[in-house]
């Protein structure tokens, strides 16, 4: 016997920021809140510090890639990020330092995905809304 069963399994990331930069540094603050990155910090886990960086044709897509390179990171590395201290936004790209933490980040996040994906400037021209979706 069997069944389907609806399940939600993705949480959606939306950040509202004055600037593009923001967007991706509030994008990385978000991901290590939910990787345990206040945890670690007091716990004491040593300090990291990774270049960060993806080429995409728009910035949707460069923050659901730049997100996906630092989940890599997480699995990959451990490495639990904090905070950006330099961010390069090209028309094609973003490079950026992100600086966090080596820790035992759970395995929470599978992929970063495209669905429902938005970055665009608020109808005023007074700051940046982006939206993404995590599948974990």
């Given at each position: 016997m069997y069944r389907w069963v609806d399940h939600t399994a993705e949480m959606q990331l939306e950040i509202e920021a004055p600037s593009e930069e923001e967007v991706f540094?509030?994008?990385?603050?978000?991901?290590?809140?939910?990787?345990?990155?206040?945890?670690?910090?007091?716990?004491?886990?040593?300090?990291?510090?990774?270049?960060?960086?993806?080429?995409?044709?728009?910035?949707?897509?460069?923050?659901a890639d730049w997100l996906g390179e630092l989940v890599y990171l997480a699995e990959l590395d451990e490495f639990v990020p904090e905070r950006v201290e330099r961010i390069e936004l090209a028309p094609d790209g973003v490079t950026a330092d992100v600086h966090g933490?080596?820790?035992?980040?759970?395995?929470?996040?599978?992929?970063?995905?495209?669905?429902d994906l938005a970055f665009e400037q608020h109808d005023a021209g007074e700051g940046w809304f982006a939206r993404v979706v995590l599948d974990v």
């Open positions: 540094a509030d994008a990385a603050r978000a991901l290590g809140e939910l990787l345990g990155a206040e945890e670690a910090r007091a716990t004491g886990a040593p300090e990291a510090q990774r270049e960060v960086g993806c080429l995409a044709g728009d910035r949707a897509t460069q923050l933490r080596i820790a035992a980040p759970p395995h929470l996040v599978k992929a970063v995905t495209y669905h």
